[in-house]
Nanobody
Framework: QVQLVESGGGLVQAGGSLRLSCAASGRIFSINAMDWYRQAPGKERELVASITSGGNTNYADSVKGRFTISRDNAKNTVYLQMNSLKPEDTAVYYC????????????????WGQGTLVTVSS
């Protein structure tokens, strides 16, 4: 069974940096897009960044220029480098994979990580 293990969250002061990692384990044939979502207290979960299998990236306007998403296909891992962090970045960050296939004969499905808490103090 495929699972996502997230790491890298924690407490950081405004202006600091963190790097989140999310590694997929289990039987994996292919992965399409990999994403990072976040959910702040009292708010809806929002898409922060996405990266396609070909390496194309997209970012929410609120993080553009500060965050960088990347992936290592050989390790089935996606990263989120977060620089110049602001208090408003405080949220639980969730790794997400869309279009994961365990075998070429099987249909794809999405997988969610358990979430990692990022707290940015002012």
């Amino acid at each position: 069974q495929v699972q996502l293990v997230e790491s890298g969250g924690g407490l950081v002061q405004a202006g600091g940096s963190l790097r989140l990692s999310c590694a997929a384990s289990g039987r994996i044939f292919s992965i399409n897009a990999m994403d990072w979502y976040r959910q702040a207290p009292g708010k809806e979960r929002e898409l922060v960044a996405s990266i396609t299998s070909g390496g194309n990236t997209n970012y929410a306007d609120s993080v553009k220029g500060r965050f960088t998403i990347s992936r290592d296909n050989a390790k089935n891992t996606v990263y989120l480098q977060m620089n110049s962090l602001k208090p408003e970045d405080t949220a639980v960050y969730y790794c997400h994979i869309s279009g994961l296939r365990e075998d070429w004969r099987y249909r794809s499905r999405e997988v969610w990580g358990q979430g990692t808490l990022v707290t940015v103090s002012s």
